[in-house]
């Protein structure tokens, strides 16, 4: 067995997740540019090997995040609340946040995703101006806040920049919202341009739904993401209220009024489609995208359940995100979404552990505009996830079944090109929760005192 080359680093793991599935005695190689040059197997570890325990997973990716929802965990359930009201003290927060407050948060809110063993997010940004609506001298700088925020905490970030033109259909923008939104799409289109991404940050498109984008201005803004071939994203059918005063205004389904303004394509991903049609899906196949279900949230807003399982067979491609946070789990987003079929369908094994395995990593990633990530292999970014399979809840599992039964608790080493950022369950920025706990204090003591300059 040769040594590594010059800048190459090692690992060596008992059992790993490769593209054919698990595979025993890998030896995985990470080249000086962060991708991975060679993977063998049935290789015993070299002297200079980094050896990681448990089972080896390609980085996992989280493909919708609001960063600065997590300061709401545990903060929006007095007195039950509905989607509405949660979205008020959402409000309230956004009001607040300044570009250094926002560094903060998502810092630590990125620190915790990789020590969930995320290696890439999409970040879904529309928090872009100042506390009312004043486009900041930079109007980027609140990007280039979660830009800052994903190279400390050590992942990389597509950052999905959001059109958000309207409060509602036919609804201007007012309150916090004039912090989300442009006056038009050309507003919108020159800040993205003005974006430049680098190691740490791609450049994505979202539209925020077919209620806070008119229809006359969707088929622009995807214009727009097809002429700089940039992942588009968009919020759909979350809420039976969507679909309502979508029909009440346009007569059809959200679907159907992205379908016809032309958004739907193979670069194009839907977030939540809880409340889709069999029509709808029949629409979202045929146009060979993706769709990334939050089970998290979509249980804590009490949305309903996705029909991940009929959105797979039609040919959507599907992502799992942590959306706003709730938790920072992503084995077990992609485990609920097979336990939601289980209680939609009251039958076992709709998903098979290696399509849930496939949604978490390859699938994120493909959403976020990277086909290669996900895979141990040749030419991928060297992004490895060790889960141990001797703790309490591991303990005596199936490799191939661990999907299933691991937690972000059970992930022990996080490698993201070809760089150790956790290593035994501990990042390298240090306490995570207590830089989670500063952030937070700080962003809802900016809350209690007003709006944010």
Request: include cysteine; charged fraction near 20%.
């Amino acid at each position: 067995m040769s040594p590594p080359g010059p800048g190459t680093t090692a690992f060596w793991a008992a059992a790993a997740w490769l593209p054919a599935g698990l595979a025993r005695d890998v030896r995985v190689e990470a080249g000086p540019d962060g991708r991975i040059a060679a993977v063998t197997t049935g290789t015993p570890p070299g002297p200079a090997d980094h050896r990681l325990p448990g089972v080896v997973l390609p980085g996992f990716a989280d493909a919708h995040s609001h960063a600065f929802h997590r300061a709401l965990r545990g903060r929006t359930h007095a007195d039950g609340g509905t989607f509405w009201t949660w979205r008020e003290r959402m409000y309230a927060l956004a009001a607040t946040l300044t570009p250094d407050t926002y560094l903060e948060l998502a810092r630590a809110t990125y620190a915790e995703l990789v020590l969930a063993g995320v290696t890439a997010v999409g970040e879904f940004h529309y928090l872009h101006h100042a506390p009312g609506g004043t486009p900041y001298d930079d109007p980027n700088v609140m990007a280039d806040a979660l830009r800052q925020a994903a190279h400390d905490a050590g992942l990389r970030v597509t950052l999905l920049d959001t059109a958000y033109l309207a409060g509602g259909i036919g609804v201007p923008l007012e309150g916090p919202q004039r912090r989300f939104g442009d006056a038009d799409v050309d507003a919108w289109a020159a800040r993205v341009d003005a974006l430049r991404p680098d190691a740490t940050l791609r450049v994505g498109a979202a539209i925020h739904s077919v209620r806070a984008v008119p229809r006359a201005a969707l088929a622009d803004v995807a214009q727009v993401a097809r002429a700089g071939a940039l992942p588009l994203h968009v919020h759909l059918s979350e809420q039976r209220a969507e679909n309502e005063a979508c029909l009440a205004a346009y007569g059809v389904t959200p679907t159907r009024v992205l379908a016809d303004a032309g958004v739907l394509g193979a670069a194009t991903t839907v977030v939540h489609a809880v409340h889709v049609t069999p029509d709808d899906v029949a629409l979202l196949g045929a146009a060979r995208g993706g769709a990334c279900l939050c089970p998290s949230t979509e249980r804590d807003l009490g949305d309903g359940l996705a029909p991940g399982a009929a959105l797979r067979a039609a040919g959507v491609r599907l992502a799992v995100g942590s959306d706003q946070h709730v938790r920072a789990d992503l084995l077990a987003e992609a485990r609920d979404v097979e336990l939601h079929e289980r209680i939609a369908r009251q039958e076992r094994g709709v998903l098979a552990p290696a399509a849930l395995v496939e949604l978490l990593t390859a699938g994120g990633h493909r959403a976020l505009g990277d086909p290669s990530g996900g895979r141990i292999e040749a030419g991928a970014p060297a992004d490895l996830v060790a889960v141990r399979t001797d703790t309490p809840r591991t303990a005596g599992v199936d490799p191939a079944q661990l999907v299933l039964v691991a937690g972000s608790s059970d992930v022990d080493t996080v490698v993201v090109g070809g760089v150790v950022r956790v290593s035994a369950g501990r990042h390298t920025l240090g306490d995570v929760g207590a830089l989670l706990t500063r952030a937070i204090d700080a962003a809802w003591r900016a809350a209690d005192d007003g709006p944010g300059r």
